[in-house]
């Protein structure tokens, strides 16, 4: 079974220039969540996903940060325009969870790093 | 909403010893605690994972052990090798699927 894919793996641009990732889940999980992760740090949720709709997006900079998972499986994450603290790894995770019972382990993909000059 | 406290951020042991990291939840509601190991530049890896209704789990020389009175879980490697080098992370979660880390704790492992 294939894991948790993303890519790019990684990501140099330029200050203010747009960059997006993609994830592709686990196939069969309904979650998938996008999280920063900052050297030295544990990641931080960015948006969850229910199937396609944005159940917590809480901690994303709207200003900024877009994200989408139309068809309720792959998604893409948007920054525009990037700024310099945006360097970061960007993970994606995919997990089966059913609703108000029991969650289940949530897999991570390799991430990708993005770094803004 | 959560917050998790991990500690220590830091820990050197010599091989063969064991080692502990605790964590710290503040979410009564919180019914699911996993660790995750991550290498340099890779994933974060599902070591280990215990649910509220169990005390503790054991897997090889990885246990967990929870303490849900006092809001505290802890990560328990014995015979520690050096391929056990790597930096852990705690998280807890609630039925909701909502996750929140701890900061990770740098583990050496010196021969």
């Known amino acids: 079974e294939a894991g948790v894919v993303q890519s790019p793996r990684y990501k140099i641009i330029e200050k203010k220039q747009p960059v997006a990732f993609w994830c592709n889940p686990i196939?069969?999980?309904?979650?998938l969540y996008w999280y920063r992760q900052n050297l030295g740090q544990g990641p931080e949720l960015l948006i969850r996903?229910?199937?396609?709709?944005?159940?917590?997006d809480s901690q994303l900079p709207k200003d900024r940060f877009s994200a989408e998972r139309l068809k309720g499986v792959d998604s893409t994450l948007k920054i525009q325009p990037a700024e310099l603290g945006d360097s970061a790894v960007y993970l994606c995770?995919?997990?089966?969870?059913?609703?108000?019972?029991?969650?289940?382990?949530?897999?991570f993909g390799p991430g990708t790093r993005l770094t803004v000059l | 909403g959560e917050n998790v406290e991990q500690h220590p951020s830091t820990l050197s042991v010599q091989e063969g010893d064991s080692a502990v990291i605790k964590c710290t939840y503040s979410?009564?509601?919180?019914?699911?605690f996993p660790w995750y190991k991550q290498e340099l530049g890779k994933r974060p890896q599902l070591i280990i994972d215990?649910?509220?209704?169990?005390g503790e789990k054991k897997d090889q020389r990885i246990a967990v052990t929870l303490n849900k009175t006092a809001k505290h879980f802890s990560l328990h490697i014995t015979e520690t090798q050096p391929e056990d080098s790597a930096v852990y992370f705690c998280?807890?979660?609630?039925?909701?699927?909502?996750?929140?880390f701890g900061a990770g704790t740098q583990v050496v492992v010196t021969p």
């Open positions: 196939s069969g999980h309904n979650t």
């Open positions: 979410d009564s509601a919180s019914n699911y």
């Open positions: 215990i649910r509220s209704n169990v």
């Open positions: 998280a807890v979660s609630d039925s909701w699927g909502k996750f929140q």
């Open positions: 995770a995919s997990s089966l969870h059913r609703l108000a019972e029991r969650t289940d382990t949530q897999y």
């Open positions: 996903y229910e199937n396609e709709e944005a159940v917590d």
